[in-house]
């Protein structure tokens, strides 16, 4: 089997109000790369975010009192503080440099999945309103465009607990499900699995990741393509790769 990596190196710096579905058949003419069936186009959640003008501009936040003590604690800047918890349902844990967060659609990642990278200065963006939502919509522009019947992931870079570095998530899917249960199967020795289920769409998007970079590489979509992923076909969304807050042992 063979799996192919490939990023777009021609997108623009993108600004509110443009249409990605637009933006990457656009990227594809130009890169004389044809957009295929089967295809899963992997786009980094920064650019989303800026395309549906969900951005924060710090220099007009103004921090609360809960926002100046956590700075204080953590060395954060007290308005990036008050923007993540702005955009959070729950502080999880505060560390000397780190907040870790539930954000508003469920994800536990450090400061609520704001990024101050790759847009101008002081500003973030937050992570999109309804990464999954937008993730529907462009993949049924691309098909109702293209007649190429692809599948989307947005993806985040998040760390992991008792693990250094961070690697690709996906916070938005469509066309494909985000899980693969393999219960039920066997292994080589004819044991049936009991408990094995793969986050796959995190794996694409983490293998997209190491073509996105994650300073100045400026590619923010990537495509996937040859991946045999017939049985991931349906309805899925990105809530599918949350655990069960009672079968969460890291909280």
């Known amino acids: 089997m063979e799996i192919k990596l490939i990023g777009f190196s021609t997108i623009p710096l993108i600004k509110e109000g443009d249409d990605l579905a ?3 058949i656009e990227a594809s003419e130009r890169e004389s790369l044809e957009i295929e069936d ?4 992997v786009i980094a959640e920064t650019i989303v975010s800026k395309a549906e003008g969900n951005t924060i501009n710090l220099k007009r936040m103004k921090p609360g ?22 955009e959070s349902k729950k502080i999880i844990k505060v560390g000397h440099d780190f907040i870790i ?14 990024d101050e990278s790759n847009v101008g200065n002081g500003m973030a963006t937050p992570l999109p309103d309804d990464p999954d939502t937008t993730a529907e919509n ?4 691309l098909i109702d465009k293209l007649g190429k019947n692809v599948s989307i992931i947005i993806a985040d870079t998040q760390g992991r607990p008792f693990r250094e570095g961070a690697v690709g998530v996906a916070v938005g899917v469509s066309g494909i499900k985000p899980i693969w ?17 793969i ?10 990741s190491m073509v ?20 991931l076909k349906g309805e899925g969304t990105s809530k599918d790769l949350l655990r069960p807050k009672e079968l969460d042992v890291f909280r």
């Open 22 to 24: 637009d933006i990457i």
């Open 38 to 41: 089967g295809d899963i186009i």
């Open 65 to 86: 009192l809960k926002a100046k003590r956590l700075a204080e604690q953590t060395g954060k800047d007290p308005r990036l503080v008050e923007a993540i918890l702005r």
């Open 101 to 114: 967060s539930e954000t508003k659609h469920g994800f536990i990642c450090a400061n609520a999945g704001i």
């Open 138 to 141: 462009i993949r049924l522009s």
């Open 181 to 197: 249960d393999r219960r039920g199967e066997t292994d080589l020795y004819g044991k049936s699995l009991k408990t094995t289920k």
């Open 199 to 208: 986050a796959v769409a995190d794996e694409l998007a983490s293998a997209a």
């Open 212 to 231: 996105m970079g994650q300073a100045n590489e400026g590619i923010p979509i990537v495509i996937i393509r040859g991946y045999p992923h017939d049985h």
